[in-house]
Protein backbone atom coordinates (compact mmCIF):
# COMPACT_ATOMS: atom_id res chain seq x y z
CA UNK A 1 0.00 0.00 0.00
CA UNK A 2 1.37 3.71 -0.88
CA UNK A 3 0.78 6.63 1.00
CA UNK A 4 -1.42 7.52 -1.92
CA UNK A 5 -3.82 4.38 -1.46
CA UNK A 6 -4.23 5.54 1.92
CA UNK A 7 -5.06 8.81 1.29
CA UNK A 8 -7.58 7.82 -1.08
CA UNK A 9 -9.08 5.53 1.21
CA UNK A 10 -9.85 8.50 3.42
CA UNK A 11 -11.47 10.61 0.76
CA UNK A 12 -13.53 7.18 -0.16
CA UNK A 13 -14.56 6.93 3.71
CA UNK A 14 -15.53 10.05 3.83
CA UNK A 15 -17.92 10.25 0.90
CA UNK A 16 -19.48 7.27 2.40
CA UNK A 17 -19.51 8.76 6.02
CA UNK A 18 -21.45 11.95 4.29
CA UNK A 19 -24.70 9.47 3.48
CA UNK A 20 -24.35 8.72 7.08
CA UNK A 21 -24.21 12.08 7.74
CA UNK A 22 -27.83 12.96 5.91
CA UNK A 23 -28.70 9.89 7.98
CA UNK A 24 -28.19 11.50 10.92
CA UNK A 25 -29.54 14.69 9.70
CA UNK A 26 -33.02 13.65 8.66
CA UNK A 27 -33.34 11.45 11.90
CA UNK A 28 -32.80 14.34 14.74
CA UNK A 29 -29.41 13.30 15.23
CA UNK A 30 -28.11 16.98 15.29
CA UNK A 31 -25.54 16.49 18.10
CA UNK A 32 -24.41 13.50 16.29
CA UNK A 33 -24.27 15.51 13.03
CA UNK A 34 -22.04 17.59 14.27
CA UNK A 35 -19.50 14.87 15.89
CA UNK A 36 -19.95 12.90 12.72
CA UNK A 37 -19.15 15.97 10.54
CA UNK A 38 -15.80 16.66 12.58
CA UNK A 39 -14.74 13.24 12.10
CA UNK A 40 -15.19 13.90 8.12
CA UNK A 41 -13.08 16.45 8.05
CA UNK A 42 -10.37 15.29 10.36
CA UNK A 43 -10.02 12.68 7.83
CA UNK A 44 -10.53 14.53 5.03
CA UNK A 45 -7.97 17.23 5.77
CA UNK A 46 -5.17 14.26 6.93
CA UNK A 47 -5.93 12.25 3.85
CA UNK A 48 -4.65 15.53 1.67
CA UNK A 49 -1.74 15.95 3.90
CA UNK A 50 -1.12 12.19 2.76
CA UNK A 51 -1.49 12.64 -0.36
CA UNK A 52 1.12 15.68 -0.24
CA UNK A 53 3.42 13.25 1.73
CA UNK A 54 3.09 15.06 4.81
CA UNK A 55 2.57 12.40 8.16
CA UNK A 56 -0.40 14.12 9.51
CA UNK A 57 0.04 14.67 13.30
CA UNK A 58 -2.33 12.20 16.10
CA UNK A 59 -4.57 15.16 17.03
CA UNK A 60 -8.29 16.00 15.56
CA UNK A 61 -7.47 19.82 14.01
CA UNK A 62 -4.82 19.89 11.46
CA UNK A 63 -5.68 22.96 9.99
CA UNK A 64 -2.69 24.39 11.33
CA UNK A 65 -0.57 22.25 9.24
CA UNK A 66 -2.24 23.17 6.19
CA UNK A 67 -2.18 26.77 7.06
CA UNK A 68 2.04 26.09 7.68
CA UNK A 69 2.15 24.36 4.46
CA UNK A 70 0.29 27.07 2.20
CA UNK A 71 2.61 26.12 -0.57
CA UNK A 72 1.07 22.73 -1.37
CA UNK A 73 -2.46 24.55 -1.63
CA UNK A 74 -4.22 24.84 -5.19
CA UNK A 75 -5.34 28.56 -5.79
CA UNK A 76 -8.93 27.28 -4.96
CA UNK A 77 -8.16 25.89 -1.55
CA UNK A 78 -5.69 28.78 -0.79
CA UNK A 79 -8.86 31.17 -1.53
CA UNK A 80 -10.94 29.36 1.54
CA UNK A 81 -8.42 28.69 3.72
CA UNK A 82 -9.58 31.11 5.96
CA UNK A 83 -12.95 29.42 6.39
CA UNK A 84 -11.65 25.78 6.23
CA UNK A 85 -9.35 26.52 9.51
CA UNK A 86 -11.89 28.55 11.12
CA UNK A 87 -14.67 25.59 10.24
CA UNK A 88 -11.92 23.12 11.43
CA UNK A 89 -11.21 24.84 14.68
CA UNK A 90 -15.14 25.12 15.29
CA UNK A 91 -15.79 21.23 15.40
CA UNK A 92 -12.49 20.37 17.42
CA UNK A 93 -14.38 22.64 20.39
CA UNK A 94 -17.64 20.94 19.72
CA UNK A 95 -16.26 17.54 18.98
CA UNK A 96 -16.59 16.10 23.30
CA UNK A 97 -19.44 18.16 23.85
CA UNK A 98 -21.50 17.28 20.97
CA UNK A 99 -21.07 13.45 21.98
CA UNK A 100 -21.01 13.22 25.51
CA UNK A 101 -22.28 16.60 26.12
CA UNK A 102 -22.12 17.92 30.13
CA UNK A 103 -24.43 17.67 33.34
CA UNK A 104 -25.18 21.18 32.37
CA UNK A 105 -24.99 20.43 28.46
CA UNK A 106 -27.31 17.62 27.00
CA UNK A 107 -26.66 17.34 23.62
CA UNK A 108 -30.06 16.56 22.14
CA UNK A 109 -31.42 19.68 23.59
CA UNK A 110 -28.34 21.95 22.68
CA UNK A 111 -27.59 21.04 19.11
CA UNK A 112 -30.37 22.25 17.05
CA UNK A 113 -31.59 21.83 13.65
CA UNK A 114 -30.10 24.66 12.26
CA UNK A 115 -26.81 24.26 13.42
CA UNK A 116 -26.96 20.81 12.33
CA UNK A 117 -27.77 21.58 8.39
CA UNK A 118 -25.17 24.39 8.48
CA UNK A 119 -22.57 21.83 9.99
CA UNK A 120 -23.92 19.62 7.21
CA UNK A 121 -23.41 21.87 4.23
CA UNK A 122 -20.27 22.79 5.15
CA UNK A 123 -18.59 19.57 5.80
CA UNK A 124 -20.72 18.40 2.34
CA UNK A 125 -18.60 22.00 0.65
CA UNK A 126 -15.57 21.09 2.00
CA UNK A 127 -15.45 17.58 0.44
CA UNK A 128 -16.45 18.89 -2.45
CA UNK A 129 -13.91 21.28 -2.17
CA UNK A 130 -10.98 19.03 -2.07
CA UNK A 131 -12.61 16.47 -4.68
CA UNK A 132 -10.29 17.65 -7.56
CA UNK A 133 -6.97 17.00 -5.44
CA UNK A 134 -7.71 13.14 -4.82
Known sequence: MTTNDLANDYFRRCQIRL????????????????????????????????LKNIDPPRWHDVAKILQENEEILSEK?????????????????????????????IPLEHYNEKTAKDCYQKVLWLVNLFKEEF
Do not use: C, M, W
Not at 83 to 97: A, P
Open 77 to 105: IKSHLNEIISFSHYLRRERENSFYGEEDL
Open 19 to 50: KALKTLLDEGGFPDVVREGQEIVELLLKGFLR
